[in-house]
């Protein structure tokens, strides 16, 4: 039997440094607990430990840092006066290491950081080990990281590998990793994806994205939507699974009501049985405690899930928080979204007419527009764009751009002799998008039949010459390496 250590002194520099020193050459079968006498002694001599990694021998390296992750996946209130360090050692150390201590530093700042203020700056690296081979319970952790430093482009990857741990769903590591996956794609992508998620092929989900994801950049959007239409109703019915499994599953109502309409009968019937739980969750009481919850990020998601119950059910809880003056604009463009995912026209119509605050109106006016017939939504949207005030334009041109196809060149083109100057150097903005965006056989068709030659001529000047332009070189995992924005 090993001979006990007797205590050291957490502050004798000297011993601790000759102890990680001799970690080099002591047996296999006593360097686990050699590593862990070090642990035991105190921050300081983990601090030492982190500090000595990059000079260590590979096999005495991936010891300590298994080590220090179990230590701080059972105490990781003890990690507070490591942090800083440990950061820096994520970045600094070799490669190999970086999952185990990122996976040790969220364990920490899980316990510690309330804010999620230290940890938004590690998405970088966050965003590495997603990309790495690394095993899935540290990918899942990666994944935590990810959501609190809002890195956005590491959904197509998330969806990728969800797709890749399907089958694994017996083992529980997988069916946390997928609930992660899709708490993060609820908080980053927002209902539409996770609508997608059972549906990939829903008309209304992806207009919905792409109203939601407006201010993103569009490669993101594109990757997004490609690794999506990957999906199938297998990949469906999983996913409803996991989510009828889920002790609460009510920020995942949007998935389920896109179930219930799915051509595959086995996830409709999936989804019809996890709603009806889901539904006796939803107490009016449980929603007004999580709307009222001192945490922006459950309002947000209470907020969300809302849209997609019934108008009768929570058309007025959702009016009412778009309504509210106080609160984030996030969370009140999320509730005007929310309604809008049910379809509730007259909420929004009211909301557009409080005229309080102005991009709410913006919105509240374009979401409005989507929901009516055609016509009446383009002419409501057109006045609505050539009314708004430059700071607002990108979005009201975003909904103008939602509403219009090529048959409606003619409505614009009206539009814009009608206006004044100011409203007439707006539309020509617009269809200077719209008419390169649409360059093609339609709207060639439907400017011969709507406008005269002058209007056609004019119009033909604003479409710029093609340029042929090289493919981008594809990799499977653009992580870090190729994106420097």
């Given at each position: ?88 050692s994520v970045r600094e150390a070799p490669e190999r290491y970086r999952a185990g201590l990122l996976s040790a530093l969220s364990d920490i700042l899980e316990a510690i950081d309330e804010s999620g203020e230290t940890i938004s700056t590690m998405g970088e690296e966050a965003m590495s080990v997603l990309c790495s081979n690394t095993d899935i319970t540290r990918i899942g952790k990666a994944i935590e990281i990810l959501i609190r430093a809002e890195k956005y482009d590491s959904i197509p990857h998330i969806i990728k590998l969800m797709t890749k741990s399907t089958d694994k769903l017996d083992k529980f590591e997988y069916y946390q990793f997928i609930e992660t996956s ?304």
């Open positions: 039997m090993a001979k006990k250590i007797e205590k050291i002194d957490s502050n004798d520099e000297n011993t601790v440094r000759q102890m990680i020193a001799d970690l080099e050459n002591i047996e296999e079968n006593r360097l686990n607990d050699a590593v862990c006498d070090i642990i035991d002694i105190g921050s300081k001599p983990i601090l030492m430990l982190i500090e000595a990694l990059p000079d260590m021998s590979e096999e005495v390296g991936s010891i300590v840092v298994q080590k220090l992750e179990d230590f701080f996946y059972f105490h990781p209130e003890k990690g507070e006066k490591v942090v800083e360090r440990l950061k820096k899709l708490l993060a794609l609820k908080r980053l992508g927002g209902e539409a994806v996770l609508r997608l998620l059972v549906n990939p092929l829903s008309d209304s989900a992806i207009k919905q994205l792409r109203i939601e994801w407006r201010t993103k950049e569009q490669k993101l959007l594109e990757d997004t939507l490609i690794a999506l239409q990957k999906l199938d109703s297998d990949f469906a019915q999983v996913m409803i699974k996991v989510v009828d499994l889920s002790e609460f599953n009510l920020p995942f109502a949007a998935m389920l009501n896109e179930g219930i309409k799915h051509s595959d009968k086995w996830v409709r019937q999936a989804a019809v049985e996890a709603m009806s739980k889901t539904s006796e969750n939803m107490t009016p009481e449980a929603l007004s405690r999580m709307l009222s919850d001192p945490a922006p990020e459950v309002r947000l998601m209470a907020t969300t899930s809302l849209g997609a119950f019934d108008k009768k059910q929570t058309g007025d809880l959702l009016l009412d928080l778009a309504g509210r003056e106080e609160e984030s604009i996030d969370i009140r463009l999320n509730a005007l979204y929310a309604l809008y995912a049910q379809g509730n026209l007259a909420a929004l119509q009211q909301l557009a007419a409080k005229k309080e605050n102005e991009k709410i109106t913006v919105n509240a006016e374009g979401l409005a527009a989507l929901l009516m017939p055609h016509e009446q939504g383009l002419h409501k949207m057109l006045d609505v764009y050539m009314a708004t005030k430059e700071s607002l334009l990108p979005e009201a041109a975003h909904y103008l751009s939602e509403l219009t196809v090529p048959e409606d060149i003619g409505a614009m083109v009206a539009a814009h002799s009608k206006g004044n100057e100011e409203q007439r150097d707006k539309m020509i903005r617009f269809l200077k998008a719209f008419v390169e965006n649409n360059d093609g056989p339609k709207l060639e068709a439907a400017m011969k039949a709507q406008l005269n030659e002058a209007e056609r001529s004019a119009l033909k000047r604003m479409i710029p010459e093609k340029k042929s332009h090289d493919e981008s070189d594809e990799c499977d995992c653009s992580c870090g390496e190729h994106h420097h924005h």
